[in-house]
């Protein structure tokens, strides 16, 4: 059906407005974090895969590290066991551990590798074991109401480093990697690291332009479900005190404050179940989610 000349209009705006921002971030990392919870249906799923490969085909450089919250705790449920989190946190046994890596290192990961590459894009998927390119140690957590104590997680990990080396190699050659947070120890051990975690700190490590972070809400909301935009450390830190903040957007706005502390130029919490978002946010003028600032 021919376009009505309103509509012709509109598309074309659209499509104008679109480039002072592909030549701002021309060549710009872009660290994009796709939660499980963001990954729920599979015309979305679609979406989001074309949209990581038109920011790449514009001359962007996409990072993709991807979460699985929801996928793993399908697959505890087939073995009997519940998930269970502290803080926003999966306490971490050695069989949760196996079911981490094969769900997120296996499942998830090439499940979008593969949606990708249908679009026509070309992406890796990578653990933060391939190459070593993910330090990773135990993480000890405080106990919040007896904060003289630790509380017990099992193997989820804090970040030691990351390596850019493998993900510059991979972008050389227009390669999209497609990271699965999963951390090595010293002994060779797996470490499960919350995705949240990942996406900022290797935000911080790429210089990236950009850190979005796709989730099921439309950004972080107060009291009363209105949308926060502009947050500053100071007001998280209100947020966190009066319990406004809480399971997982714990660590996700905490990831998003170190990275803009660590100079990434801007972090965004943004809906992933809106069609094509993440271009709505990296490619025009409409302000989708909310926008964490260093002040
Ligand atoms: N202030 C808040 N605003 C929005 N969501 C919040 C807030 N506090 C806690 N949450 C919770 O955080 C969840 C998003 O984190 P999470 O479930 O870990 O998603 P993902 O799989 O995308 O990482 C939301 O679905 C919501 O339940
Ligand atoms: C330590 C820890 O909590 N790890 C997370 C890793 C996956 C993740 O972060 O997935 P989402 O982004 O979908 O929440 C977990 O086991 O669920």
Redesign the pocket.
Known sequence: MPLSPSSAKDKARILAEALPYIQRFHGKTIVI?Y???AMVEENLKQGFARDVVLLKLVGMNPVVV????????DMLKRIGKQ?E?IQ???V?DAE?MDM?EMV?GGLVNKDIVNLINRQGGHAVGLTGKDGGFIRAKK?LMRDREKTDEWID?GQ??EIESIDPALIALLETRDFIPVIA?IGVGESGESY?????LVAGRLASVLGAEKLILL?NTPGVLDRHGNLLTGLTAQRVDELFEDGTISG?MM?KIGSALDAVKSGVKSCHIIDGRVEHGLLLEVLTDAGVGTLIKAS
């Open positions: 974090k939660g499980g919870n991807h979460g699985g919250g929801p996928q793993i705790n998930g989190f926003g946190m999966r971490t949760t981490v997120l993480m997680i989820v990990g947070p499960n690291i919350n995705a949240d989730t997982g660590p």
